[in-house]
């Protein structure tokens, strides 16, 4: 990668003995009215060059903020440093002028965001976005700029680079808009890079390109990598030092081997312990009923005839001839890349979308022979949870009324409805006072159980799961996940569900049918899948799983894990699911 001809100094490499960027005593407050007064809390790091500092913990323990206080984009001025400093090189950034953090803010330290769609301009091309960064810090022509993109395109492993620069940000998929994220991060070859749970929402295989791009990156140009998740497995792969943090504070840090194979601290311990394994649980004894059957399912999106009846093109295959079975009381687990079809197979199955071609038989009825009206008398044995906890409940209705339209839609009196949506609500874990608020009031894991709930109500044989757990913190994650263990025994429920994390499949399905580009390219039980996997596709996505061999062993993990899952199994089962529901036997 080329030299920047920088505006004016930007800063001198570190002593020996300075830490590239350290962190002391910050403080960040929080405004009046919050859960605490402090979202950071005498927070200390240090980061040196050439170190990936990995700092994890739940959602609200201050890791972001923290990363957004050193690059000076607090939410100011209710949230705003009151104690501490952050030295980079030395210099305390919490002392500069907004013009000196404007000058320091991408050349020499840059921030890769956790949405790239949020965090890129979408009316912007990607080349004109990278060009702004080199342009506001350097003194290049037009052309030299260009030629510096390309270059940066290129690195971070993008293909056709001028396509890429030409794109708008739609134009890319999740894994590309992330690498142009890295390309305009690196621009002016920072110091210290700040990752903000870059790899979150990419699947396995996209996921390991882009840690193993921050690692060489990092590696050829000396810098400091400042990597926030809650991925352990993502911290075995990548971290040379782990910071855990809890309300605000550090309470562990240390070396990756030490804080992941004998970590001190309960908390870093119930962190751990809520991680799902890789290995398999044991085989149940399911039904050799079949429930629901797909056969030759394929839809196309695009493609048909264009404006004034010409010939368009062929469109994409997001299902190309799938088929799979589904058998009572089964979890069928989904698994492959972003674009394999995952999503669209869901969608089809509950008739959100139309497939173009095959069959769907729910109880030897084909759904997809069935018009809206016929489809309305089975429409309650099948329902889906959803990805995004925040997108698919309604903020403007109360939690009450979103679990309970479901049943008043399909025939139900209201006041039995209310009913049935106040023991869903109990079912899932949920207070009772829960029924009079409003979305926004919840957590993201609680959001995942009022859709759940939600689901549930109309009494459903079948569950359809998209994704459901991907965006949680991994302690609410595992507790989301012993929900679905729970209900799907007490309720006898056959699921569908998708993800894109093995260690998550390996916990929750029976079965696995793993699909690569709209089509089922290996089918059958968990356990011998992940022993002897026979597609080569599959055993890349095995292969790629962050943290595997951490994963696969380590006795102090395996006796932290099953620790936590006594305590979680010691509680009191769920009430008499039939008596709730009203279910038929």
């Known amino acids: 990668m080329s030299a920047v001809v920088v505006d004016g100094p930007i800063g001198s490499a570190p002593a020996a003995d300075v830490p590239l ?45 923290t990363a957004r206080a050193v690059m000076g984009l607090l939410p100011g001025p209710l949230v705003r440093v ?32 956790q949405e790239p769609m949020t965090a890129l301009n979408p009316v912007m091309r990607i080349g004109a976005q990278i060009d702004e960064v080199i342009r506001f810090h350097a003194s290049l022509s037009r ?40 390309a305009m991060a690196l621009a002016m070859e920072p110091k ?42 993502v911290v075995d792969d990548i971290a040379d030092r782990v910071a855990v943090m809890q309300h605000g504070k550090v309470v562990e840090i240390g070396t990756t081997a ?17 991680v799902p394994s890789l290995v398999p649980r044991p085989r149940r004894t399911i039904s ?42 089964e979890t069928l687990g989904v698994v492959g890349e972003s674009g394999s079809g995952k999503s669209t197979l869901a969608r089809a199955v509950v008739r959100l979308i139309e497939p173009d071609a095959g069959a769907l038989h729910y109880r030897g009825t084909d759904l997809l022979a069935l018009d809206r009206a016929g489809m309305r008398a089975h429409r309650a044995g099948l329902q889906m949870v959803f990805q ?40 899932v874990g949920l207070e009772a006072r829960a029924f009079e608020r409003f979305p926004h009031e919840f957590s993201g894991g609680q959001r995942q159980r009022i859709g759940i709930a939600r689901a549930l109500a109309l009494e459903p044989e079948i569950l359809v799961a998209d994704e459901p757990v991907s965006a949680l913190d991994v302690s609410v994650q595992a507790q989301v996940l012993e929900l679905f263990a729970r209900i799907r025994e007490e309720l006898g429920l056959s699921m569908i569900f998708i993800t894109h994390d093995l260690r998550v499949a390996a916990q929750v399905c029976d079965r696995i049918a793993v699909m690569r580009l709209g089509k089922v390219v290996e089918c059958g039980p968990t356990a011998e899948l992940f022993e002897r996997a026979s597609h080569e596709y599959t055993r890349e996505l095995l292969a790629a799983v962050p943290g595997r061999s951490w994963g696969m062993a380590g006795d102090a993990v395996a006796s932290t894990r099953d620790q936590s899952r006594s305590a979680r199994h010691s509680r009191p089962p769920i009430s008499n699911s039939r008596q709730i529901h009203g279910r038929r036997s």
């Open 388 to 427: 995004d906890p925040y997108g698919s409940l309604n903020p403007r209705s109360r939690v009450g009324r979103i679990i309970a339209d479901g049943p008043v839609t399909l025939g139900t009196p209201r006041p039995e409805a209310e009913r049935r949506a106040r023991a869903m609500l109990e079912l």
């Open 143 to 182: 052309r030299a700029r260009r030629e510096r993109a390309r270059e940066l395109v290129a690195d971070v492993g993008l293909p056709d680079p001028e396509r890429i620069l030409s794109a708008y940000p739609h134009e890319l998929s999740g894994g590309q808009r992330q690498r142009a994220m890295i």
């Open 82 to 113: 009151t104690g501490g400093a952050i030295r980079l090189v030395g210099e305390d950034l919490v002392q500069a002028s907004a013009a000196r953090m404007r000058a320091v803010r991408g050349a020499e330290i840059s921030m890769v965001f």
């Open 258 to 274: 030490k804080v992941l194979g004998a970590p001190e601290h309960p908390y870093t311990r119930a962190l751990i312990g809520a």
């Open 192 to 233: 210290v890079l700040i990752a903000d749970e870059p790899t979150t929402a990419l699947d396995v295989t996209t996921q390991a390109r882009i840690l193993d791009l921050i690692k060489g990156l990092q590696a050829s140009h000396d810098t400091g990598v400042l990597f926030i998740t809650h991925d352990f497995g």
């Open 288 to 329: 050799s009923e079949s429930l629901l059957v797909g056969r030759g399912l394929v839809k196309v999106y695009g493609g048909g005839r264009g404006l004034f009846g010409r010939r368009g093109s062929a469109g994409t295959r997001a299902l190309d001839g799938v088929d799979f079975e589904l058998h009572r009381g």
């Open 21 to 65: 960027l350290h962190i002391e005593g910050l403080d960040v407050c929080l405004p009046s009215g919050a859960d605490r007064s402090l979202a950071v809390d005498g927070a200390s790091l240090a980061l040196s060059a050439n170190e990936i500092l990995c700092v994890v913990g739940e959602s609200g323990s201050g890791k972001s903020l």
